[in-house]
Nanobody, 128 residues
Framework: QEQLLESGGGLVQAGGSLRLSCAAS????????MGWFRQSPGKEREFVAT????????IYADSAKGRFTISRDNAKNSLYLQMNNLKPEDTAVYYC?????????????????????WGRGTQVTVSS
């Protein structure tokens, strides 16, 4: 059972930056594909970014391209999301997720149903 704990959320002005972290408790973090998702009030959870087990491959939602960077440190059992040039529409609860399911393409991990483990989320609020 993998436990995930997000941190780093907060209140920031538009144009500012935040770095989210996700700490994993298990011993097999390095074998998981990891992802970040977010959910705003009244909206469905949406994909933000995903990263392969070794960090070599990443995919971003169009809304995140050019502004967000997903990364991981397997030695520290940690996942990160660097968010720059934040916009009010980025306001949401951000969740990290882990998948131990092998799929042939990273693009499949854009779907939330591919993930086995979820954190409780961290709130990001961007003021205009």
């Amino acid at each position: 059972q993998e436990q995930l704990l997000e941190s780093g959320g907060g209140l920031v002005q538009a144009g500012g930056s935040l770095r989210l972290s996700c700490a994993a408790s298990g011993h097999t973090f390095g074998s998981y594909t990891m992802g970040w998702f977010r959910q705003s009030p009244g909206k469905e959870r949406e994909f933000v970014a995903t990263i392969s087990w070794n960090g070599d491959s990443t995919i971003y939602a169009d809304s995140a391209k050019g502004r967000f960077t997903i990364s991981r440190d397997n030695a520290k059992n940690s996942l990160y999301l660097q968010m720059n040039n934040l916009k009010p529409e980025d306001t949401a609860v951000y969740y990290c997720a882990a998948s131990n399911t092998f799929l042939s393409g990273l693009r499949y991990y854009m779907e939330s149903r591919r993930y086995n483990y979820w954190g409780r989320g961290t709130q990001v609020t961007v003021s205009s």
